[in-house]
């Protein structure tokens, strides 16, 4: 993790976690359709198959204002993605 940090500094870096339906949701289209003005950079990403469904994890670089990154970050949430914010807060 601190070479991801190292490497993007700018912004906050911030993982996703996803798992079911959730996989397949266009998440990060429609996330930058409601919010123009937020830069988001796919970092890295995978998705696993398991007995119980799809799991996945992105990490992503979300630069702009802390208003809109917010709105961002609240509109993932408010589409049942788990978030976590792993740096540059």
Known sequence: MPDL???Y????I???TFDGP???M????DVIRQFPEVQLNILQGSIHQ???GAMGSLDVQLIGSDKDVAGV???ISRL???SEVLGHV
């Not at 266009?26 to 289209?29: A, E, L």
């Open 22 to 24: 959730k996989t397949e």
């Open 14 to 16: 911030v993982r996703l």
């Open 26 to 29: 266009p998440i990060v289209s």
């Open 50 to 52: 398991t007995q119980k």
């Open 80 to 82: 049942e993605v788990e």
């Open 5 to 7: 940090l190292s490497k």
């Open 73 to 75: 970050i609240n509109e």
């Open 9 to 12: 500094p700018n912004g906050k």
